[in-house]
């Protein structure tokens, strides 16, 4: 059964007229919120809800999902394998990550990062419900230099002050320097009031699961209202910029960008 509204457990006939936050520009930019997202079924996947938020059919070169480990929720199948990189970040609970070999048990916070050609494997590591935030993409090689598995938690890193700005932080989870990676992963956390520092414009695209409080993010110069649960896909070269607002918590994000790579001709 596709559970319609299940991140916020909204079911059946609401009490005003059928309205949606979504904007979907394919290959461009998409707004999705977490009201009215669509549980899927995905092979190797058992005793889960999982939504796939972004794809190659969205128009973007990677896919992200969120997924809600039950009680004996697991993946015995396999996430990843011959040529695709993956990356998983545990938002609450535990959640067992091996290679069929070694385990790491992540936490709140935790993250690991498998090479291409490595396959995951996960399993609920608790009773309660473990969510958790998975991407993967296939890998753009070049010749002498190659990425390695990273395995930590965000609370074991300093974060950076955002371009200077003190009340925009930045958390890196991958080497920046290293041309073995073609791809990073990042939080960037905005206080109330705080923003970017102009409209960025550029190569890279993005995939964004918002974490935390709420703000108003503007996409091809459009401005549109987003907080927690929500999911954002920048397009290459689509204008795009956040403001922080709200008055209890930050708004944040954990972000894909493709990095380190010549575009080509």
Do not use: C
């Amino acid at each position: 059964m596709s559970l319609v509204g299940y991140k916020n457990n909204q079911t059946g006939y609401r009490e005003g007229l059928l309205e949606s936050r979504a904007v979907i520009k394919k290959g461009e930019y998409a707004l999705i919120p977490h009201d009215g997202l669509v549980q899927n079924t995905v092979p190797g996947f058992e005793n889960v809800n999982i939504t796939i938020l972004a794809s190659p059919k969205l128009g973007a070169s990677f896919s992200d999902y969120i997924v809600e480990f039950l009680e004996g929720g697991k993946n015995e199948r396999g996430f990843g394998g011959e040529g695709v990189q993956t990356f998983v970040y545990v938002l609450s609970g535990k959640l067992n990550v091996s290679d069929g070999e070694e385990t790491y048990e992540l936490t709140e916070g935790g993250y690991a990062y498998f090479p291409v050609n490595e396959t995951m494997y996960f399993e609920n590591a608790q009773d309660e419900m473990t969510e958790a935030f998975l991407y993967k993409r296939a890998y753009d090689e070049i010749e002498g230099h190659e990425a390695h598995r990273v395995v930590g938690n965000k609370k074991d890193l300093t974060p950076i002050e955002y371009e200077g700005m003190s009340d925009v932080l930045l958390w890196d989870f991958l080497p920046t320097d290293d041309f073995g990676f073609d791809m990073n992963m990042h939080i960037l956390e905005f206080q109330p009031g705080a923003s970017h520092g102009y409209i960025e414009t550029h190569y890279q695209e993005h995939g964004a699961y918002l974490l935390s409080g709420k703000g108003m993010y503007n996409l091809d110069n459009n401005w549109y209202p987003v907080e927690k649960g929500d999911y954002i896909f920048m397009g290459r070269y689509v204008p795009q910029a956040a403001y922080g607002v709200g008055r209890d918590e930050p708004l944040a994000y954990i972000y894909s960008k493709d990095a380190n790579r010549d575009p080509g001709v």
